[in-house]
């Protein structure tokens, strides 16, 4: 029996890398039936993306989401900065799916704040109070973080590389990682949402974070590199889900699908990005 979730949010996939879970993260999906399903960024690995390296276990689960949008299964896909090249297509839908920015979810009468949160990354200062006044959206603020990257990238340094912050020191990740929830709180906070939630730091989260007299609820649906997490929300009740072999049933049967889904890898990412050109074009 799957098991039936109001709303799923999984974030920070990476396929197309060595370290992304994909085989535990398709023994996830099989065994939930999402009302809804938010891919909050980080899906498709487009940075570090090597033709050499596309297991059939990351076909799968294209397939497998793919596939919910045929079962009418409400599938957004949120951009991050691993698969901003999919920005462009913001905007685009087929059936239930759809592709977007952020996007604000009304829950039993409250309201969550949904998108990957890269846009701290370099613009984190400022976010804040361009935020706040009113004077900038989210959108706004991803062509802004863009930008800034340009000009990192012409003068020599590259793009802001998450892992590379968190590497550099372990007191200087807990500081990064309490700077990103009380951003994206005060975000929230100001835009009077009830949740705000987020991807992008690899730290599954969920916890209330006071500022003044108000409060907002803040999650983060970690990673499937390390953490293997989801939020699941169900009742009103957020909840983090961990994969653990355990839970998952036994009964998931995954070999059968395995055997078929061996047909050139690199063949079916190019027919992929080729679907992609064209429901541009369209
Ligand atoms: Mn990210």
Request: aromatic share 10%.
């Amino acid at each position: 029996m799957k098991r039936e979730i109001e709303v799923v949010v999984i974030s920070d996939i990476h396929l197309g890398t060595y370290g992304c879970h994909a085989t535990e993260l398709l023994k996830y999906l099989k065994s939930i039936k999402p009302k809804t399903l938010i891919l909050n960024g980080d899906i498709i690995d487009i940075w570090q993306f090597s033709k050499h390296y596309w297991p059939s276990s990351h076909m799968q689960v294209i397939k497998h989401l793919t596939g919910l949008i045929a079962e009418n299964v409400k599938l957004y896909y949120i951009t991050g900065n691993h698969d901003e090249m999919l920005r462009r297509f913001v905007g685009f839908n087929m059936g239930s799916f759809k592709i977007l920015n952020k996007i604000v979810l009304k829950l039993d009468g409250k309201k969550a704040w949904i998108f990957h949160g890269d846009v701290f990354d370099v613009t984190m200062k400022h976010a804040k109070w361009l935020a706040k006044s009113g004077a900038i959206g989210y959108d706004a603020l991803i062509v802004l973080n863009r930008a800034v990257n340009f000009i990192m990238k012409k003068f020599g340094k590259g793009k802001i590389s998450l892992s590379k912050k968190i590497k550099n020191s372990v007191k200087g990740a807990i500081k990064f990682i309490n700077a990103f929830e009380e951003t994206a709180a005060e975000i929230g906070i100001s835009n009077k949402y009830d949740y705000v939630v987020c991807g992008h730091i690899h730290q599954p989260e969920i916890r209330e974070i006071k500022q003044g007299e108000s409060s907002i609820t803040y999650m983060n649906s970690g990673d499937w590199v390390e953490n293997l997490t989801a939020l699941e929300y169900n009742n009103k009740k957020w909840s983090i889900y961990k994969y653990s072999e355990d839970i998952i049933a036994q009964s998931i049967d995954l070999s059968r699908e395995k055997n078929q889904a061996t047909a050139k890898k690199v063949e079916l990412f190019e027919n992929l990005v080729m679907e992609f050109k064209m429901m541009k074009r369209a």
